[in-house]
C-alpha cells in the first residue's frame, strides 16, 4: 500500500503564508511527477502546481507568483510554499503522486481569512 501523508495546513490572514508538505511511503517503486491540486467549496477540484521528476514545473496562472513548489526526491516529498495568501485559495489542498498509479492524499484544509 501506498500512503501520502500531508500537513502544514490551517488558518491565516490574508496576505500570510503556509507551507504544505505531502511525504509518499510505502511500496511505491516510481514517482514521476508530484503535485497539488486544490478545492474550494461548491468548486470542482483544480491543479495549483505540479513537478515533474526532472524539475520540469508546471502552475496555475493565478498563483505563478505567490506559490512555489519544490521536491526532496530522497524523502518522496513534495512541498507547497504558499506566499500572499487570498481569501479565494481557501479549499481543501490534495497532494498526487503519479507513481505505478496515481495516488491522492486525503486532503488538508487551508482557510484563507480577509
Known amino acids: 500500500q501506498v500512503q501520502l501523508v500531508e500537513s502544514g495546513g490551517g488558518l491565516v490572514q490574508a496576505g500570510g503564508s503556509l507551507r504544505l508538505s505531502c511525504a509518499a511511503s510505502?511500496?511505491?517503486?516510481?514517482?514521476?511527477?508530484m503535485g497539488w491540486y486544490r478545492q474550494a467549496p461548491g468548486k470542482q477540484r483544480e491543479l495549483v502546481a505540479v513537478?515533474?521528476?526532472?524539475?520540469?514545473?508546471t502552475s496555475a496562472d493565478s498563483v505563478k507568483d505567490r506559490f512555489s513548489i519544490s521536491r526532496d526526491n530522497a524523502k518522496n516529498t513534495v512541498y507547497l510554499q504558499m506566499y500572499s495568501l487570498k481569501p479565494e485559495d481557501t479549499g481543501v489542498y490534495y497532494c498526487?503522486?503519479?507513481?505505478?498509479?496515481?495516488?491522492w492524499g486525503k486532503g488538508t484544509l487551508v482557510t484563507v481569512s480577509s
Open positions: 498526487n503522486v503519479a507513481g505505478e498509479m496515481i495516488y
Open positions: 510505502g511500496r511505491i517503486f516510481t514517482i514521476n511527477a
Open positions: 513537478i515533474t521528476g526532472n524539475g520540469r514545473i
